[in-house]
């Protein structure tokens, strides 16, 4: 009944929108800077040339997944999401984190990726995972019953913040986490063109807006802050 279960879930879910959360780029993917706008709008629907960047053989020397997970203390049978999961690079992983009892809402706007996640979680015997396609202001998630979300270089792709974060605060249970990693505001190796980057502070100052505070803050990712918030207890959704 579990399996049935959220496998209607996810068809009404997959239904109810094709409109996106990244807008197709402008010429060089950038939009204007202001408030709570996004610094970025950019296609995603090539699955194979996003695969070659998102699961790049070099990227888990310097996103150190494993120890993301490991700092996120996560049990088995919770239910999390990942907001932005491209490809499911850290879709998969939560999904050994939470086990076979858990369930990972793996977000996407984009159809094509949706359907490259739904893929994988099949053929990489993932039955926890539930593809989620999102529309540009709400993210689909279920009222009150997750654990945690997970959002990797994707917030400075959210437009109008300040209304789509009190929709993630909903979505979350009453001790659920809000995880932010994105790209330090600084130049790097790796990642987009400065102006594409938010600085920290300012993420921050977004977030505890939204009814959030920041909990912990670990530091061992080079090129990424690494932030973690827990909903304020006065703050009512």
């Given amino acids: 009944m579990i399996g049935l279960a959220r496998a209607l879930f996810a068809v009404v879910l997959l239904s109810t929108s094709c409109s996106r959360l990244r807008a ?6 950038h939009v204007e800077h202001g408030p709570g706008r996004a610094t970025s709008h950019r296609s995603f629907a090539d699955v194979e040339e996003w695969k070659k960047v998102f699961d790049s053989p070099e990227r888990p020397n310097w996103q150190m997944p494993e120890r993301v997970i490991e700092a996120l203390n996560l049990k088995p ?21 939470v086990g ?16 490259h996640l739904r893929h994988r979680a099949e053929l990489e015997g993932l039955p926890q995972v539930l593809p989620i396609l999102a529309s540009k202001d709400t993210p689909r998630l279920p009222h009150g019953s997750v654990d945690l979300i997970l ?15 009190p929709k993630l605060a ?10 932010v990693i994105d790209w330090k505001k600084e130049p ?3 990642g987009p063109p400065l102006d594409h980057k938010l600085a920290r ?21 080079s090129y990424q802050y690494f932030l973690i918030f827990r909903r304020t207890e006065a703050r009512v959704w």
């Fill in 24 to 29: 197709d780029s402008d010429a060089d993917g």
């Fill in 100 to 115: 076979e009892t858990g369930t990972v809402y793996a977000v996407e706007v984009e159809p094509t990726l949706v359907d």
């Fill in 151 to 165: 959002i990797v270089d994707t917030f400075h792709h959210l437009d109008h913040r300040a209304d789509y974060l």
């Fill in 77 to 97: 049978g919770q239910a999390v999401a990942d907001l932005g999961a491209g490809t499911g690079y850290f879709t998969v992983h939560l999904a050994q984190a």
């Fill in 201 to 221: 502070d300012e993420v921050v100052a977004e977030v505890t807006a939204a009814g959030f505070e920041l909990a912990e803050s670990p530091e061992f990712l």
């Fill in 170 to 179: 909903a979505a979350l249970t009453p001790r659920g986490r809000l995880v």
């Fill in 188 to 190: 790097l190796p790796e």
